[in-house]
């Protein structure tokens, strides 16, 4: 059946009706598209908390944006942006007494230095006069320190927690205009590694990610003369699932990055998958994951067919809902075999044969449902809360081996699968965040990317929404 509302805001009269009804009417989202030699264009407003330590990092990264940077004349007296620029060799202009009128397309605070909740006055000081006048699809940042690296100075701790809830608010107040807000901590050691998620958090390849934390630890140091544009180049990547829908869109976006990508599905889905790896120069393996040899078939094909794997992205998955009276036990079975225990198995195998390459990355996909629940998904939600303990699990120990594991969770996102819901019940999914609207598979694809990029090596055990802010499980 025909989707109205979608109908509807495909044009300007079907909008302004929507508006006046009342209705949501959601902004077209920015999307990163590879023409784009930059992350970042526009007017950026910059500032900082006094005692802030990642001012020299933030900078550097927004020297290599095609940006004209701003900051404002507020700042605290101990902050001087302006000097450590002059220093840096790049222009940064005071945005001065006219700075409300001024539109930005980014915004961003480093807030490391914010040490009692009294000192995050500094916070609302700069982001107050300015948070009404953001263009659309604009990007608020802020930079904090891990809470959990700040045992010791739980005053410090307090008020580093309470950016949490500041973002998730900030993002809900700027949905409306495409734009997000989303806070990546780190700690002193780990500044450096940062530029991966300021530039991801900062480009339009972030477009539905909103109101999430990252948090940057340590890892190994960022490769000299990283390509940002192509950073998987030289990079083998897996990704299962791959014939449709996201994993099809998550192939396509990592050999967009520079991977060779190997795409799998089950053996009935061949034709399509054939067509996917033809289209990125991929290859193909035809394999059903749910049987007992599959992980081990996986492993020796990669190892004498592809020479090692250095990304592996977990995106098959099925749901066979039914409430848990009325559940049948094989689909229980089906479900948390596909979703959860055959990741477990490949891993197990990949790691065991040595095929996943130093500085490996694992990526898997968890979704929504593993963190609010969902009715009639107790056999899913299962498996996809399963995921994000994996990846919580398995971090420390992959540290020793530089390899990186984390998850996304995807919100509504449009495929064949959310296509197939009936339309009232999809309305309301699609709507019910902070853009107003559903994600893209692309949208999940970047952060993916965002992921397996060799410049993401402190980011490991973190699972991020890809859900344009979900009010379910916020
Ligand atoms: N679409 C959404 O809104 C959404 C939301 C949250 C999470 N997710 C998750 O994202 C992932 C992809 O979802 P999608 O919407 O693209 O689904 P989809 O059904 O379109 O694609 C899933 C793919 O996995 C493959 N697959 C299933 N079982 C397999 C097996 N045993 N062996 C090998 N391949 C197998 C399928 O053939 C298919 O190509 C899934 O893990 C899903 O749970 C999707």
Redesign the pocket.
């Known amino acids: 059946m025909a989707d109205v509302y979608e109908s509807l805001l495909g044009n300007s009269l079907g909008r302004s009706l929507l508006s006046t009804l009342n209705l949501p009417v959601p902004a077209v989202l920015e999307r990163y598209s590879p023409e784009q030699s930059h992350f970042l264009s526009g007017k950026v407003l910059v500032g900082a908390a006094s005692g802030s330590v990642l001012s020299e990092t933030l900078l550097n990264t927004l020297k290599q944006a095609s940006a004209s940077l701003w900051t404002p004349s507020n700042l605290s007296e101990n902050v001087n942006l302006e000097q450590l620029a002059l220093k840096l060799g790049m222009p940064l202009q005071s945005a001065g007494e006219g700075q409300a009128e001024q539109r930005y397309k980014a915004v961003v605070f480093d807030a490391t230095g914010i040490s009692r909740s009294e000192q995050a006055r500094e916070l609302y000081d700069f982001l107050h006069p300015v948070i009404r006048n953001l263009e659309s699809s604009a990007r608020v940042v802020i930079l904090g320190l891990a809470p959990d690296s700040l045992k010791s100075q739980p005053r410090a701790r307090l008020a580093q927690f309470g950016l949490e809830g500041l973002v998730r608010s900030i993002a809900k107040e700027v949905g409306k205009r495409g734009a997000t807000c989303n806070l990546i901590y780190t700690t002193k050691a780990a500044a450096k590694l940062t530029e991966s998620a300021l530039r991801f958090f900062l480009s339009p390849r972030s477009a539905f990610v909103d109101g999430q934390i990252v948090t940057v630890g340590k890892g190994a140091a960022l490769p000299e003369n990283l390509d940002w544009n192509a950073p998987l180049k030289g990079k083998t990547a897996l990704v299962?699932?791959a014939?449709?829908?996201?994993?099809e869109a998550i192939a396509k976006t990592l050999a967009r990055d520079g991977a060779k990508v190997i795409c799998?599905?089950?053996p009935q889905?061949q034709d399509a998958l054939k067509q996917v790896a033809a289209a990125i120069g991929g290859e193909t393996l035809e394999?059903?994951?749910?049987t007992p040899e599959a992980a081990g078939q996986i492993a020796e094909a990669l190892k004498t067919r592809f020479d090692g794997i250095d990304i592996v992205v977990h995106?098959?998955?099925?749901?066979r809902d039914k409430t848990l009276g009325g559940m049948p036990a094989h689909y229980w079975e089906q479900v948390v075999n596909?979703?959860l225990s055959a990741i477990e198995r490949i891993n197990d195998a990949l790691l065991a044969s040595a095929v996943l390459n130093e500085q490996g990355r694992i990526v898997c996909?968890s979704?929504?449902s593993g963190i609010a629940g969902n009715f009639g998904q107790t056999n899913y939600a299962y498996s996809k809360s399963g995921v994000i303990g994996l990846v919580q699990a398995w971090a420390p120990e992959l540290a020793q081996k530089q390899i990186t594991i984390n998850a996304v969770a995807?919100?509504?996102?449009e495929?064949?699968?959310?296509a197939a819901i009936p339309l009232a019940t999809r309305e309301i999914g699609r709507r019910l965040n902070s853009l107003k609207q559903g994600g893209q598979?692309v949208d999940v694809a970047e952060a993916i990317a965002f992921f397996a990029s060799p410049a993401s090596s402190g980011i490991t055990g973190n699972t991020i929404r890809v859900c344009g802010q979900n009010l379910l499980g916020a």
């Open positions: 299962t699932g014939s449709r829908g996201i994993g799998l599905d089950i889905a394999m059903d994951i749910s995106n098959a998955g099925i749901t596909i979703n996909v979704s929504m995807p919100g509504f996102i495929t064949q699968m959310t598979p």
